[in-house]
């Protein structure tokens, strides 16, 4: 009668309902309302009932040129800031996960920027990238190149304003992915890498052999966030740009969000968080397919 | 475990950015309400509730008096004040509204107003507000209250736009000043001043559009020029921007600008000092700038008419406004206060804690910025006769938005008409998708 397999499961079940009910009312609820939202012609403020529109949304959307332009702007922006602020994260976990005197204190510093505000951030940033020969970036560059940079005005700059706010964001967000290599890296035995020294590996080889395999879950999930945290760039750009020069620097949520909250748009704003969201998660499920068949878990 | 609690706290404030609107909205939901209902009870003046936006110092301060005097004159009503930051009044308004919890009497954004009309949130001032209280509002703001023919909204104050320039400069690149709006400078004559004052300039640049500033900014700074060419953001008939935002005037209107940016005459004036501290000679500026610009320059500030681009000079307007809600509890308090608020006194007072050019006629002939030989008497010449409004529609926000962004693509060397054409597609599509009424007549 008791604690078969079945009442087994059944309890499983009901340890599961409050994280159902949670995924529900805060992911579920809202995506569905999205979606549904995405199929009329609401706007914000209207006196006017919603009709509904069917895919007219989604249409006006995907033939859109500023929104297919958001769309290359995440994807440039997720290519470059992904591998290079993984690989920044994992250069500086590997260089702090030595038992130095004071390393508490480095690993501090380096995951301060994630604790500011992004406000606090843009402010910053708007300062180091400030245009003309006084501007502490461009003096810089001037200074390592012996003169031959010339100043520029890097957010107006319809060629630079992306890779300025890429640069800041790597620079805001590298703490967090150290952190969690960290833990990873300290989660490897220390006596695999003194079985690696018995053997004779030189550090290269240390790190290759023992270091990656023992950090590829970590790893996996470091890139993941990272991705989806560069889909969603939005701050940077509500900040700093505003979608500007010319839709250099806009994203599918700047997009989505002026849409709706600034053009009162509401219908459109969500269709574009619907399309946005099935472009991420077709990615993301792609991502986890291609780690599988490569022997991941 | 612990690089977990780290990932959800990451998340977790990703969740924070995308629900927080649907958060403030429930906020708006529960929170308020509450004062009122006591009205009802015989004894004691009925409360009378107002949103204001955080101006200045010397604003908010004589608000806050204007207050008091009026619940010190009268036992009627008991006027209360809510400041609101101007950087969230929209949306704060946007959400109070969703929750039927707006004040009696809302300050809103002149060119907000149809918008907020067409959304049913207003209560027309006809028959509310006592004709003799507006019978003195100057000509632009009578244009800014109204809508279909209906008085919406009353604005104690309006606002001015022209060219600051400073005299020593432009004397010594050998320009003469144009004496009024009918003689303002023809765009072949603006780009001649702009070559001469750049000869006597280290760095070329000599005009500051105040493009470090973005937002509403650039529609009001710049729509003047496109209807001195004679284009226009929308037919203001059909209401249709196609063939009047991307046609010929208005394509002519912003290639000049661009000209004057693309040929290094504009100081991007990323410090906001760059006429202050003398950079340039000339700056695009509103009434709001002319304290600042008056210290720094002193007898050397001369205040222009904007350049004329074919037909004749044109200049902004539109400020605040005052109006009673749909849901008001006390309407006839709250216009009980804005009658106040619009008497000459009152008038005066906050036009000279914020420096812009009184709402009344009266007030303006007495003020001592606008009245006759004022230093800025060209702004208050300017408002009703060459001053344009922005179209009074509920499309506004969308017109705008789209306007912005052309000028800033503009301004970073977009194509024009490519730019100017994006911007009429995204205005008509919106107002063809939200039904807009479609004003019949033409004024």
């Given amino acids: ?297 | 475990m612990k690089s977990l609690r780290g990932i959800g706290k990451g998340l977790g404030v990703g969740l924070a950015t995308a629900v927080g609107a649907t958060f403030l909205a429930l906020a708006a939901c529960t929170g308020g309400g509450a004062p009122e209902g006591s009205a009802e009870k015989a004894a004691g003046p009925v409360p009378v509730t107002l949103w204001y936006h955080t101006g200045r110092p010397a604003e908010r301060d004589t608000i806050t008096r204007q207050v008091a005097a009026f619940n010190a004159r009268q036992h009627d009503f008991r006027a209360a004040l809510t400041l609101i930051p101007e950087g969230a009044y929209g949306a704060q308004v946007q959400a109070a509204a969703l929750a039927g919890d707006l004040p009696d009497l809302l300050e809103l954004d002149g060119p907000m107003l149809a918008s907020y009309a067409w959304a049913g949130r207003l209560r027309p001032l006809d028959g509310l507000l006592p004709d003799a209280a507006t019978a003195d509002l100057i000509p632009s703001l009578e244009v800014q209250g109204t809508w279909q023919g209906r008085r919406y909204g009353a604005g104690t104050f309006d606002s001015g736009l022209g060219l600051f320039a400073d005299r020593a400069a432009l004397a010594a690149a050998g320009i003469d000043l144009p004496a009024d709006p009918a003689h303002a400078w023809d765009a072949a004559r603006f780009r001649q001043v702009l070559g001469a004052l750049a000869a006597h300039d280290p760095d070329g640049q000599v005009l500051d559009l105040k493009l470090n500033q973005r937002g509403e900014w650039l529609t009001y700074a710049f729509y003047p020029l496109l209807v001195s060419a004679g284009g226009d953001l929308i037919d203001r008939r059909t209401l249709k921007a196609a063939g009047t935002l991307d046609g010929p005037a208005s394509v002519r209107a912003l290639t000049e600008l661009q000209g004057w940016i693309a040929g290094g005459r504009v100081d991007p004036d990323l410090d906001d000092a760059a006429f202050t501290s003398g950079r340039v000679a000339l700056a695009w500026a509103g009434h709001w700038e002319y304290p600042r610009c008056k210290a720094a320059l002193g007898e050397r500030l001369a205040v222009l008419p904007l350049p004329d681009l074919g037909t004749g000079s044109r200049t902004a307007q539109g400020s605040w406004q005052w109006a009673v809600t749909k849901d008001a509890r006390a309407p006839e308090g709250a216009a009980r206060f804005l009658a106040f608020l619009l008497e000459p006194d009152q008038v005066l007072a906050m036009a000279q804690a914020n420096g812009a050019p009184p709402g009344t006629r009266a007030a303006t002939a007495r003020s001592p910025l606008y009245g006759p030989g004022g230093p800025l008497r060209l702004f208050a010449e300017q408002l009703g006769t060459v001053s344009v409004p922005r179209p009074a529609t509920p499309a506004y926000p969308a017109i705008t938005a789209a306007f912005q962004r052309a000028v800033s693509d503009i301004a970073a060397g977009a194509d024009v008409r490519e730019a100017l054409s994006r911007a009429a597609a995204d205005i008509d599509r919106d107002v063809a998708a939200s039904r807009y009424p479609v004003p019949g007549a033409p004024r």
């Fill in chain 1, 1 to 297: 009668m008791s604690a078969g397999p079945r009442s087994e499961a059944r309890a499983g079940l009901w340890m599961t309902l409050p994280a159902a009910v949670g995924l529900a009312a805060f992911v579920g609820v809202p995506f569905a309302l999205a979606f549904a939202l995405a199929l009329t012609d609401l706007r914000l403020g209207s006196p006017l009932a919603p009709r509904f529109v069917g895919a007219a949304n989604f249409l006006g959307v995907l033939a859109d040129p500023v929104f297919l332009r958001a769309l290359l702007n995440n994807a440039l922006f997720a290519a470059v800031v992904v591998p290079v602020q993984t690989g920044l994260a994992l250069a500086l976990a590997l260089a702090l996960d030595r038992p130095l005197a004071g390393m508490p204190l480095f690993r501090a510093l380096f995951f301060l920027p994630v604790i500011f505000p992004f406000v606090v951030v843009a402010v910053v940033w708007e300062l180091i990238l400030a245009p003309g020969p006084g501007g502490p970036l461009n003096a810089l560059l001037t200074l390592a190149t012996l003169g031959g940079w010339q100043a520029a005005d890097f957010l107006r700059d319809t060629r630079l304003a992306l890779p300025s706010l890429m640069l800041l964001s790597v620079w805001q967000g590298v703490g967090f992915q150290m952190v969690i290599l960290l833990a990873g890296l300290q989660g490897i035995p220390r006596s695999l890498y003194e079985a690696a020294r018995v053997d004779g590996a030189g550090p290269l080889a240390r790190f290759r052999h023992v270091t990656l395999p023992g950090l590829r879950n970590t790893l996996i999930f470091v890139v993941t966030v990272t991705a989806i945290l560069a889909f969603r760039l939005f701050d940077q750009v509500r900040i700093l740009t505003q979608g500007g020069p010319r839709d250099a620097t806009t994203t599918v949520m700047y997009e989505a969000v002026s849409a709706a909250f600034d053009r009162n748009r509401v219908a459109e704003g969500s269709a574009m968080t619907v399309v946005f969201f099935v472009i991420v998660l077709a990615l993301t499920a792609a991502g986890r397919r291609a780690v599988r068949h490569a022997g991941g878990r």
